[in-house]
């Protein structure tokens, strides 16, 4: 599908234009978390909050309140179709049939709804908060921040000449393909689309999902989003995030419960799905103290999501950790998907793909003709490695401005468990730039988990 992105933008004139057209348009690990928590906890009261963390863009000085509210109402008001449906009942997801319970799927065709939401302007910032069963809420997630990053993207493309939009998407397209043409050809490479919650707009996520299936081959997995997943017949991928630990350490009646419930979401994950679903994400409180006092199935699990570290020294710390449990790491995977561009999933697949020689460094490799130079590079992985491309895939205009300055560059805009049951909810990671929660509270979760291995870096996306 090629879309003219100048002529739509400059003819946007309409009353509204839905941002979310389905409820298929969200992560799909959102939809494997959403019959998780059906199954395990239906009457959990849990609230999310939504934050812009660039507080220095005052996004309510962007776009009226109106505008917000109007585009939050015509998501609440959407239903799972009967065609969705039939999608997730019957269409094979990692290898299996039938992961949805039939339950479930009734659920969603007569039951599930959205929950109601409050928003307010606080110094030039929307707040938002959705409160309610945690089936309700969870949702809104995806669908709160790819609204207000794409109302950000028409209110900026709205003081554009239709000359002027033509050149920003001319340079946005120009830089895609820059990026495509580095991976191309590149041996064994493995990359997906993470790129819903912060994406410049749905039509460039999906023009830029159909330019990767195009040009990449095999090496192009699929895309997270369910509703392109659908659409465009490719593979949905995802598995879980950091709500679940939130949400059950908040839950937890003391300190030695709290500390064990980051293993209690695996042990009710695995009872849950099964193969290529179960994959670690143990950086919510911090990873090194996840691994160092994981019990031994935990091993078992078929890989491991880096989030907040350093990809390579995590890797390495993975790797480290099965083999001191007695696995092969050859047999795990490895997913990457925070903050990554082009140079830095090359250098990762060469880091982990196989062998550097020569003196090589992992940003030496820049397109497949590095990968095939037998001075440079080694063949044979140390792990399995995937990435998981988000903002720096769906939403990277920075410089294609044809006014200059920074409206069109990506936010750290997240949306957050706030509260379980009436208990505050906290996430450390392993950045300490990305720590959430009241200082208090912060503060005790570190006192409980410890801060081994947690560094300060800045959040970038």
């Known amino acids: 599908m090629i879309v003219n992105f100048a002529r739509r933008a400059h003819n946007h004139n309409w009353e509204l234009d839905p941002v979310t057209r389905s409820l298929l348009d969200t992560d799909f690990y959102k939809i494997l978390m959403l019959q998780f928590i059906w199954k395990h906890y239906p009457k959990t009261r849990v609230t999310f909050s939504m934050s812009n963390r660039s507080s220095s863009v005052r996004l309510a000085g962007m776009f009226p309140i109106e505008e917000l509210t109007a585009q939050m109402e015509h998501a609440r008001r959407l239903r799972f179709r009967r065609s969705e449906l039939v999608w997730l009942a019957g269409n094979t997801f990692y290898g299996r049939r039938g992961i949805f319970e039939p339950d479930f799927l009734t659920w969603l065709e007569r039951d599930f709804r959205l929950s109601d939401y409050e928003v307010s302007v606080k110094d030039g910032q929307f707040q938002m908060t959705f409160s309610g069963n945690w089936t309700e809420t969870t949702m809104w997630e995806l669908y709160s921040l790819s609204i207000v990053n794409e109302l950000k993207t028409r209110a900026a493309l709205k003081r554009l000449s239709e000359f002027g939009l033509d050149i920003l998407y001319a340079r946005a397209k120009t830089k895609l393909w820059n990026k495509i043409e580095k991976l191309q050809n590149v041996p064994g490479l493995r990359l997906g689309d993470f790129g819903t919650r912060r994406r410049h707009s749905f039509l460039w996520q999906e023009y830029v999902v159909e330019a990767m299936a195009d040009n990449l081959g095999g090496n192009f997995i699929g895309t997270s989003n369910a509703f392109l997943a659908h659409k465009h017949d490719l593979e949905a991928i995802g598995t879980n995030a950091h709500e679940i630990p939130m949400v059950l350490a908040a839950l937890a009646p003391d300190d030695a419960a709290r500390k064990a419930a980051q293993y209690r979401v695996l042990e009710l994950w695995q009872g849950t799905y099964d193969g290529a679903l179960l994959i670690m994400l143990p950086d919510t409180y911090g990873t090194t103290q996840f691994l160092a006092n994981a019990p031994d199935w935990c091993a078992d699990w078929t890989g491991q999501r880096v989030d907040s570290k350093d990809p390579f020294v995590a890797g390495d710390e993975y790797i480290s950790w099965l083999e001191s449990r007695g696995r092969d790491p050859k047999d795990k995977l490895l997913i990457a ?125």
């Not at 060469?350 to 820049?366: C, I, K, S, V, W």
């Open 337 to 461: 998907s925070d903050a990554l561009d082009v140079d830095k999933i090359l250098g990762l697949h060469a880091y982990f793909g196989g062998t550097l020689l020569h003196g090589a460094r992992p940003e030496d490799f820049q397109s497949a003709a590095d990968f095939l130079n037998p001075r440079k590079w080694l063949p044979g992985r140390r792990i399995r490695f995937s990435a998981g491309w988000g903002t720096l895939l769906t939403n990277d205009f920075r410089g294609c401005d044809p006014e200059g300055g920074g409206a069109f560059d990506p936010l750290s805009l997240i949306c957050k468990v706030a509260d379980a049951d009436g208990r505050p909810a906290v996430k450390l990671s392993d950045n300490y730039a990305k720590a959430l929660g009241t200082d208090a509270e912060v503060e005790r979760y570190r006192k409980i988990f410890g801060t081994a291995g947690v560094a300060n870096v800045p959040v970038l996306v």
